[in-house]
C-alpha cells in the first residue's frame, strides 16, 4: 500500500513555473512507477509524465514536452512535476499516480494508487 499527497497547486499567470509535489508514504516507495495526469473540467484525465520501470528513462505527453520535466527523490520519498511556461489550457487539476507493473505507464486505468488531486490554473 502507498499513499500519495500532492502539494504546489496555485493561479499563475500565463508564463509562469509551478512546481508540483507528491509526497508517498511507505518503505518501497523506490519501487514504484510513478506518473501524473490532469484532469480539465468537463475533459477526461489525460498523460503528462511519467517515469519507465527502469526509472531512468521518463515518457511526457507531446503538449508538456520541452516544458515540464519529472523527478523524483527517492530518499525524500516524492516525486515531482516541474512546470515552466505555463499556458491557460494547461489549466486543470493534477494527479500523482503509482503502479507496481512496469508498463503502459502513459494509461491511468493501469496504476494502483492516486493522490487527491492539486489545483492549478493558469490566466491568460
Known amino acids: 500500500q502507498v499513499q500519495l499527497v500532492e502539494s504546489g497547486g496555485g493561479l499563475v499567470q500565463a508564463g509562469a513555473s509551478l512546481r508540483l509535489s507528491c509526497a508517498a508514504s511507505g518503505r518501497t516507495f523506490s519501487s514504484y512507477v510513478m506518473g501524473w495526469f490532469r484532469q480539465a473540467p468537463g475533459k477526461e484525465r489525460e498523460f503528462v509524465a511519467a517515469?519507465?520501470?527502469?526509472?531512468?528513462?521518463?515518457f511526457y505527453a507531446g503538449r508538456v514536452k520541452g516544458r515540464f520535466t519529472i523527478s523524483r527523490d527517492n530518499a525524500k520519498n516524492t516525486v515531482y512535476l516541474q512546470m515552466t511556461s505555463l499556458k491557460p489550457e494547461d489549466t486543470a487539476v493534477y494527479y500523482c499516480a503509482a503502479k507496481t507493473a512496469g508498463d503502459s505507464v502513459q494509461i491511468d486505468t493501469k496504476y494502483d494508487y492516486w493522490g487527491q488531486g492539486t489545483q492549478v490554473t493558469v490566466s491568460s
Open positions: 517515469f519507465g520501470w527502469s526509472g531512468s528513462s521518463k
